[in-house]
C-alpha cells in the first residue's frame, strides 16, 4: 500500500481512477464516509449491491469494487427493489441524487418508504443537477440560481427526509458534508435498520451551484452547509420564520417497522407449497 | 442576420420567433442547452410563454399535450432517454391531433449507457404519428422549426413534427446560421388558430374511450393525414422558400442525376458524404447522395425517382432494429425494387470518415451478399 493511502482504497476499482468528480466535489466525502459506516455497521463488502441511476452521485457504484447496476435516470429504487426481493439476503444500497429521487423518480421514493422495504437509500443532494450543467433542480431554495432560473427560482424546495418519513422510511437522517463523523453513524444506523433507509447528504456543487450562487469555492461551501445547519431537535422548538435558510439536520426517523421481504417471506412460507424461496445466490454457490 | 451558433441556439432562435406560448422542458445531454436559452428568453422577457420546470420528460410532453390541447402554440425538446421515456405520450399527442413541435438531439440509447450520437432514439417511434425531419446543419435545424409549425399545424395534417439534429455533431458545434427577421417569420407563420380545443363555454373532450366501433377509423384518419401531409410539406417548402430563399424538400438529391451508386443516408452524416462525392466526382466516378429530410411521412416516391436510374444504391443507418436491421434500409427495401446493400455506423458516437464512406461505396460497387447486414467501423475480435 502506498503511504498515507486511504484505507478504503481497497474497494475501490483502481483502474477506473481517477474519477470524474469536479475538484472540491462532495462526493469524495460521501463515499469515504460510507466506507467508514459500512466497516461500523460490520456489513460484508462481498455481500453488497449498489445501485444507482443518473447524475454525478449515480458514477459512485462504478468506482466500487461491488456488483453494481447502473440503471436508468430516476428508477435505482425499482432496480433496487427487484434485486432485493429475488435474494432478500443481499445488503442493497442505492446511491442517488435530487435529481434522482425527488425529480423523475420521486414517485418510486415514496413507494419504496410506504414498502419499508431493506434498501439504504444514500441521497446525495447538491441542490442543483449538476451532470446537466446547473439547471433548477425540485430541491434548489427558493431564490437560488441556476441555468434554468437565471433570475432565481420562485417555486419551493422539496424536504426530502421529510417526505421519506412522511411515507413510511423507517430510518431517516439528514447530515451534510460538514459532518462527516454524523453522517457516518447514519450509515451504519441506516445499514443496520431491517427497512427503508434515507440519508439525505447535503453536499456542495462548487462548479455549479456554488459558482451561480456567489460561493466560489469548496471552502466556501462547506463553511455555509456547516454554518447553516441547525440539528433536529433544536429546530423542532423554532418556528418556520427562524428557519428560513436554515438546513435541519439530524435524525428524522428512527422507528423499526415490519420489512417487505420478511414479510413477504412469510407469507409464501404460510401459504406456498414451495416454501418460502431458497436465496438465488446459493445456486451459484453450489456450482 | 448572420451568426454564430449551434444548432441547439438555433433551435432556440427559431423558437422564439414562433412565439409558442407554453414551454414545458426537463435538461437531458446533449439538448440541455436548448432548456437554457430558452429559460433566458423567458426570464428576459423577449419570449412571452410559460416556461415550466417539469420533472421529467414524460410531463413535459404530458404538459405539451394538455397545452396544445387547450389550443396555444407548444414546443419542448429532449434526447435518447428522454424520448423513450416520452414514449407513452408521443402516441397520445398524434392521437389528440395536437400539433406539438419538439426539438430531439439525437443520440444512443442505453444500454451500456452512452451520451453520444445515433440516431436509435427517434427512429424507435417511428410508429407514434410524428413527423420526423432530419436537420443536416444548425440552419436546417432553424429552418426547419419554422416549417414544423406550419406544417403540423395546416388542418389537414394536425399532428406534432420532431426535428431532429445530431448530438454532439451539430448540438455543440458552431456555424454561421442566417437568423430570419421577426417579421417575415410572422408573415410566414401567423398565429396559431386550433380547429378545436378545450374551452369550459364549449365542452369537448380529447382522447375519450373509444370501443371497437370507432378505434379504428381514427387511426385511419391518421393515417391518411400523414399521406396528405406530404403535399403540405411541398407547398410549406415553396412558401418557405419565397420568404426566406432556402429551399428544402422531403428528400435532397445530391449530384444523382448520372450516378451508378447512390448514398442514402439522413441527417449530419450528408455533409461528409458530399465532400467525398465531390471527391470521387473529380476522378471520374459516377457516384452522388440521397438524403432523406423527411422519415415521417416517407417519401417512397420522392426517393424511387431519385435512385431508379442508379445501377447499386448504398443506405446508411445510424440505427438498428435488432433482428433485421438498418430501419432505413429495410423500409428502403420494403417500397421499391432497388439493388440495395445496407449498413450500420457510427452507433453510440463511434466516429466516421470519408475513408469508411469510401469504404461503403466499394462495399456497394462489388457486393457479396445482399441481404448481409454489414458493419462500418467495427472493432472486431482478433
Not at chain 1, 54 to 65: D, H, L, N
Not at chain 2, 25 to 38: A, N
Request: hydrophobic share 40%; net charge negative.
Amino acid at each position: 500500500m502506498v503511504k498515507d493511502e486511504s484505507p478504503f482504497m481497497k474497494y475501490l476499482r483502481r483502474d477506473r481512477l481517477p474519477t470524474i468528480f469536479c475538484a472540491g466535489c462532495g462526493n469524495g466525502i460521501v463515499m469515504n464516509t460510507f466506507f467508514k459506516g459500512m466497516e461500523m455497521a460490520e456489513v460484508d463488502f462481498d455481500n453488497l449491491i449498489m445501485v444507482s441511476g443518473i447524475g454525478c452521485s449515480s458514477r459512485i457504484p462504478g468506482y466500487v469494487a461491488c456488483d453494481s447496476l447502473h440503471t436508468t435516470h430516476g428508477r435505482p429504487i425499482s432496480f433496487a427493489t427487484g434485486i432485493k426481493l429475488a435474494n432478500p439476503e443481499h445488503d442493497v444500497v442505492v446511491f442517488s441524487g435530487d435529481g434522482d429521487t425527488a425529480a423523475i423518480g420521486g414517485n418510486h421514493l415514496i413507494h419504496g418508504a410506504r414498502r419499508n422495504i431493506d434498501i439504504t437509500v444514500v441521497c446525495i443532494n447538491n441542490n442543483i443537477y449538476g451532470m446537466t450543467g446547473g439547471q433548477i433542480s425540485p430541491t434548489s431554495p427558493k431564490g437560488s440560481y441556476g441555468s434554468t432560473a437565471p433570475y432565481g427560482s420562485l417555486e419551493n424546495p422539496f424536504n426530502l427526509s421529510g417526505l421519506v418519513t412522511a411515507a413510511g422510511g423507517s430510518y431517516v437522517a439528514r447530515w451534510t458534508t460538514a459532518h462527516p463523523v454524523q453522517l457516518s453513524k447514519a450509515i451504519k444506523s441506516g445499514l443496520e435498520n431491517k427497512g427503508f433507509s434515507f440519508i439525505e447528504v447535503i453536499s456542495q456543487c462548487p462548479t455549479y451551484y456554488g459558482r451561480k450562487n456567489k460561493l466560489r469555492t469548496p471552502i466556501d461551501m462547506l463553511n455555509w452547509l456547516e454554518e447553516s445547519s441547525i440539528n433536529k431537535k433544536r429546530a423542532d422548538k423554532m418556528d418556520e420564520e427562524e428557519l428560513i435558510e436554515k438546513i435541519v439536520v439530524g435524525e428524522f426517523q428512527n422507528k423499526p417497522q415490519p420489512e417487505f421481504t420478511d414479510k413477504l417471506c412469510k407469507l409464501l412460507e404460510e401459504q406456498c407449497v414451495t416454501g418460502k424461496p431458497t436465496s438465488i445466490r446459493s445456486a451459484y454457490l453450489e456450482d | 442576420m448572420i451568426k454564430v451558433m449551434s444548432a441547439n441556439g438555433a433551435i432556440s432562435e427559431a423558437v422564439k420567433m414562433c412565439k409558442p406560448k407554453v414551454i414545458p422542458v426537463f435538461p437531458i445531454t446533449p439538448q440541455t442547452t436548448i432548456s437554457e436559452y430558452l429559460a433566458k428568453f423567458v426570464a428576459d422577457g423577449v419570449l412571452d410563454a410559460e416556461y415550466i420546470r417539469v420533472e421529467s420528460e414524460h410531463s413535459a410532453i404530458s404538459a405539451a399535450v394538455g397545452a396544445s390541447g387547450a389550443g396555444v402554440r407548444t414546443f419542448t425538446a429532449t434526447s435518447s432517454q428522454g424520448l423513450a421515456l416520452m414514449h407513452e405520450i408521443l402516441f397520445v399527442a398524434a392521437g389528440m391531433r395536437t400539433p406539438i413541435v419538439l426539438g430531439n438531439a439525437n443520440r444512443a440509447l442505453s444500454a451500456p449507457l452512452s451520451i453520444w450520437n445515433d440516431q436509435q432514439d427517434s427512429i424507435s417511434e417511428r410508429d407514434t404519428g410524428w413527423m420526423q425531419f432530419f436537420a443536416e446543419n444548425a440552419q436546417e435545424a432553424l429552418d426547419f422549426v419554422i416549417q414544423a409549425y406550419k406544417i403540423s399545424e395546416d388542418h389537414q395534417v394536425l399532428l406534432p413534427s420532431m426535428v431532429c439534429v445530431d448530438g454532439y455533431i451539430l448540438t455543440h458545434t458552431v456555424e454561421p446560421v442566417d437568423i430570419p427577421r421577426q417579421e417575415d417569420v410572422d408573415e410566414f407563420l401567423p398565429p396559431y388558430e386550433p380547429i378545436s380545443y378545450l374551452d369550459p363555454k364549449n365542452p369537448m373532450s380529447l382522447g375519450t374511450f373509444t370501443d371497437p366501433d370507432y378505434y379504428m377509423e381514427a387511426r385511419y384518419d391518421m393515417q391518411t393525414a400523414m399521406d396528405g401531409a406530404k403535399d403540405v410539406i411541398r407547398r410549406v417548402n415553396k412558401e418557405f422558400e419565397e420568404v426566406f430563399g432556402r429551399k428544402h424538400g422531403l428528400v435532397e438529391s445530391y449530384k444523382t442525376e448520372d450516378a451508378e451508386i447512390i448514398l442514402v443516408a439522413m441527417g449530419s452524416i450528408c455533409g461528409t458524404i458530399k465532400t467525398v462525392v465531390d471527391y470521387l466526382r473529380e476522378k471520374g466516378e459516377k457516384v452522388g447522395l440521397l438524403r432523406v429530410i423527411s422519415f415521417r411521412p416517407f417519401p417512397q416516391e420522392d426517393i424511387y425517382q431519385a435512385v431508379k436510374g442508379a445501377r447499386r444504391i448504398a443506405v446508411l443507418d445510424k440505427n438498428i432494429s435488432l433482428g433485421i436491421g438498418g430501419v432505413l434500409f429495410n423500409e428502403i427495401k420494403a417500397k421499391m425494387d432497388v439493388n440495395a446493400s445496407g449498413f450500420i455506423l457510427g452507433l453510440g458516437g463511434r466516429e466516421i470518415s470519408p475513408d469508411h464512406i469510401i469504404e461503403i461505396i466499394e462495399k456497394t460497387r462489388n457486393p457479396t451478399e445482399t441481404n448481409k447486414i454489414n458493419w462500418i467501423g467495427l472493432k472486431e475480435e482478433e
